[in-house]
């Protein structure tokens, strides 16, 4: 039985200028934003908590150059299960798996696309047939290597001055 989704908040001006700020620099202080919108640093506090606490604020992290240390070959990795049934079991196990960042479940030739960050080419058929093809419910996989990112973009999220 499906479960019923919880409302999302309202949001205000000011909560869409705080995820516009924070979504093009997530380094931003309460202080900072609180000035450029003259409010207290506590509401501004108050506001990124609620946003959290109500998933519309994830974590921010770290951009990290992966050649810089030395994972230098990036592939992914389409997945064929045996079976839909295997489907949270397989990517859990994936989802164990150092070397494997990003899994999308997908309509069309594969169920699964995963991103694998790897040292070499060495260490990729390491990861495919010493990790991923002893997963239960893992019938093949296809690889295709990166030759090169040609660029990678944020969503951008309008100011509450962009909308309507």
């Given at each position: ?8 908040p ?9 995820i ?13 934003l609180a ?26 992290k ?23 049934t ?12 150092r ?13 699964l696309l ?6 070499d ?10 990790q991923?093809?002893h ?8 690889s ?5 990112e ?15």
């Amino acid at each position: 039985m499906p479960t019923k989704a919880s409302p999302q908040p309202e949001l205000d001006e000011l909560d869409l200028n705080i995820i516009y700020a924070l979504s093009s620099d997530a380094d931003t202080s309460h202080k900072e934003l609180a000035k450029r919108y003259n409010v207290s640093p506590g509401t501004i506090h108050f506001r990124v908590l609620r946003m959290k606490d109500n998933g519309i604020l994830g974590e921010s992290k770290m951009k990290v150059n992966l050649h810089s240390i030395g994972l230098k070959v990036t592939a992914f990795v389409g997945i064929y299960l045996q079976n839909g049934t295997k489907h949270d079991f397989v990517v859990a196990k994936l989802q164990r798996i150092r070397e494997v960042v990003r899994v999308h479940t997908l309509t069309g030739q594969f169920s699964l696309l995963a991103e694998v960050v790897c040292s070499d080419r060495e260490h990729l058929r390491s990861v495919l047939y010493e990790q991923i093809h002893h997963i239960t419910g893992v019938d093949r996989t296809e690889s295709m290597i990166s030759l090169q990112e040609e660029f990678s973009k944020d969503v951008h999220v309008p100011c509450f001055g962009d909308l309507g």
